[in-house]
């Protein structure tokens, strides 16, 4: 405070403390981080804003979000330009920068413009509704006031009037092309959508009586394609919308959400922040990656099964497309299947393709919180059972897992606060200890296929109940916010392994956690005694564990919960938006 005292003469300052649920820094310390709010006059200067160390230098904070970079160009003193691992930089960053006028009068529009300003992820999901439609246009022009809102009076404009909008950002708006099939289907090889039933300790994954619809598998040939992001492409001057689950219509989209928006009152347009254009155009590829491939579980479950469906009419010389930020355990897998060509490419450019080849990822679950998981999942098993088969898992496979794995996870969220008692419990009980972001992708390949019994937190590692072998038990350790995500489940069946979730109680209650989405990937714990209890009976009874029970009279429903995010959702200029 004394800091920012006398870098901003004239100004009133607060700091509020903002605990920060959604990321979990190093050490398992607890989250924490500031709202500072810095009240006068427009005719003083421009507010400066640093940190300072225990020796009295200042820190520029790096930002974390490209809204936040947006924003940030209309205040460049406060830029620190220089590269961002927002869990190694020692000094902290910056999620959001607002700058508005505040409700000090009786004027109506002055107090929409205030609530506009500060909250306005909650004023977009009013006007969105068929309540408040009429105040997005109002909204619109009022946040082009401070050009560092712009882009969130482009998202307004986009809601009251489509592409016909006014626009001051740098968004661009575009026509939405949806090239694959609006409705999923069900296939042949479809599979039984999950249940989750409690029996006794733990929720037991059984067989539904509906089967999982499966996403479009035609295959999509672009002329003159421009893929950036990792999976946004554009073509004809259009946003091409080739899968379900990155829908921009939809109130959160991971991997694009800040790059990409679109809105349920216009949904033939969408928003798009344009990437620089690559030098070079590459004259024809097979886009593997997406908007996620940075991530294990969802490049090895969404974007690496593409590779076994590809048309045999696509020549094999054709390179396949992958971002530099795909796991480098990610590519040895590519590998193991397949012997084309590679390309890397930067998602932070706007990589030309002559003709672009393109299939809608096989496994797709929706974001939103809106949406139960089982209402939101499809999935087409065939890829993953050709993966299966490519190295050796199928069910005509000789080998016999006998290996019992206790799993540790590395994670920045949904921690298991407890892992090393429950790790030692498990040692106890005669399990392997392993971390798989340790190992190479062929120890990978070898622990999980050689384990009978299978325990750990679910996460990434989930994308590895695929490499186990059928029969095989898995006992995931999850929130017991999480016991309906059924995804997990679904990998386990396709493989033809038994799965049971073992919950415990996230370390903060919903109504602490600001939003839903933040309260589904808190950190838990899980009661040590169940957790032994639970082991010694599988161990002993392996039966009680992974048997399956009748379907005859089940719920249909397996427990499910409908999730939605309240009509106000804690805010601060400080935490990150889900746009």
């Given amino acids: 405070m004394t800091h920012l005292r006398k870098l901003n003469p004239g100004y009133r300052i607060k700091i509020e403390r903002y605990v920060r649920v959604e990321f979990r820094r190093s050490r398992n310390l607890p989250p924490a981080g500031f709202r500072v709010t810095a009240l006068g006059p427009r005719s003083l200067p421009p507010f400066d804003f640093s940190i300072a160390d225990a020796y009295g230098d200042s820190h520029l904070l790096p930002l974390s979000n490209s809204d936040a970079l947006y924003q940030a160009r209309f ?12 869990f190694e930089y020692s000094h902290g960053y910056i999620d ?49 006031l401070f050009p560092s809102q712009a882009r969130w009076s482009d998202r ?34 479809s599979i039984p959508i999950p249940l989750l039933r409690k029996v006794g300790a733990v929720h037991r994954a059984v067989p ?51 790059s990409v928006y679109g809105s349920p009152t216009h949904p033939e347009a969408a928003l798009v922040e344009l990437k620089p254009s690559s030098v070079e155009s590459i004259d024809e590829g097979i886009l593997l990656s997406g908007r996620n491939d940075s991530n294990w579980f969802h490049w090895m479950i969404e974007y690496l099964p593409r590779v076994m469906q590809i048309d045999p009419s696509i020549d094999s010389t054709v390179p396949l497309l992958v971002t530099n930020r795909t796991p480098v355990n990610g590519l040895a897998a590519l590998r193991s299947l397949t012997a084309r060509p590679v390309l890397v490419i930067d998602p932070e450019v706007a990589q030309l393709v002559n003709t672009l080849h393109l299939v809608a990822p096989p496994v797709q679950i929706l974001d939103t919180t809106r949406t139960p998981w089982r209402e939101g999942l499809s999935l087409n098993p065939a890829p993953l059972r050709a993966m299966r088969a490519a190295w050796a898992l199928d069910n005509s496979s000789p080998q016999t897992p006998s290996r019992r794995i206790f799993l540790s996870r590395r994670s920045g969220h949904r921690g298991l606060i407890n892992e090393q008692h429950l790790a030692d419990i498990a040692v106890e009980l005669g399990f392997e200890t392993h971390e798989p972001g340790s190992m190479s992708f062929e120890e990978q390949l070898q622990v ?73 990937h808190s ?45 106000f959702r804690a805010h601060s200029p400080w935490s990150r938006t889900r746009r």
């Fill in 96 to 144: 959001s920068i607002v700058q508005s006028s505040l409700g000090i009068d009786d004027n109506p529009s002055t107090w929409l413009s205030t609530l506009a300003h500060l909250f306005p992820a909650e004023m977009l999901e009013l006007v969105e509704s068929r309540f408040a439609r009429f105040l997005a246009p109002i909204v619109a022009e009022l946040l082009t």
């Fill in 75 to 86: 205040f460049p003193h406060l830029i620190d330009d220089g590269p961002l691992d927002l």
């Fill in 156 to 189: 307004f404009a986009l809601a009251a009037h489509g592409a016909d909008g006014a626009f001051h950002s740098d968004y661009t708006p575009m026509r939405v092309d949806a090239v694959a099939e609006s409705s999923r289907v069900i296939v042949k090889h």
């Fill in 208 to 258: 539904g009586e509906r089967m999982l619809p499966v996403p479009d598998t035609r295959w999509i040939r672009l002329r003159d394609a421009r893929v950036q992001s990792g999976g946004t492409v554009l073509a004809d001057n259009a946003l091409v919308l080739y899968e379900e689950a990155a829908d921009p219509r939809r109130d959160f989209v991971a991997g694009q959400w800040d």
């Fill in 523 to 567: 950190d838990f714990t899980v009661d040590p005694n169940t957790f032994r209890s639970v082991l010694g009976r599988a161990l002993e009874e392996p039966d009680s564990i992974d048997s399956q029970p009748t379907l005859a009279g089940k719920q249909r429903d397996g427990g499910q919960r409908t999730r939605h995010l309240g009509a």
């Fill in 448 to 520: 999980f296929s050689h384990a009978s019994l299978l325990v750990g937190a679910s996460g990434a590692v989930m994308a590895n109940y695929l490499m186990m072998s059928p029969g095989s038990t898995i006992i995931a350790l999850t929130s017991d916010a999480l016991t309906d995500f059924i995804l997990p489940a679904a990998i386990a069946a396709v493989a033809g392994v038994h799965f049971s979730y073992l919950s415990g109680p996230p370390v903060r209650p919903l109504a602490e956690s600001g939003t839903r989405n933040n309260w589904l």
